[in-house]
């Protein structure tokens, strides 16, 4: 399981915003989000915003530890003879 965290908030340059969250408590995992101001502004539109933010935060996480252990895998593997 995946616990995210928005550990920081912006205004950029052209009036948006930007989320950074932060998955696990790991800072390699740190995606930027970025929304609208009139997003921003709506409870309901932020939360739903930034709520698939996080997910999709916490599955490129998850991702990665797969990947991860699949490369671990690959390279621990015995050698494979090509005819």
Not at 14 to 26: T, W
Not at 39 to 63: P, Y
Request: proline share 4%; hydrophobic share 40%.
């Amino acid at each position: 399981m995946h616990t995210t965290e928005v550990i920081h908030f912006s205004k950029l340059s052209n009036g948006q915003f930007c989320a950074v969250i932060r998955c696990c408590g790991n800072a390699s995992t740190d995606w930027s989000h970025t929304m609208a101001a009139e997003v921003v502004a709506d409870d309901i539109k932020r939360g739903s915003s930034i709520g698939i933010a996080r997910q999709q935060c916490a599955d490129l996480h998850e991702a990665a530890i797969k990947a991860e252990s699949a490369l671990i895998n690959e390279v621990s593997a015995p050698p494979v003879e090509h005819p």
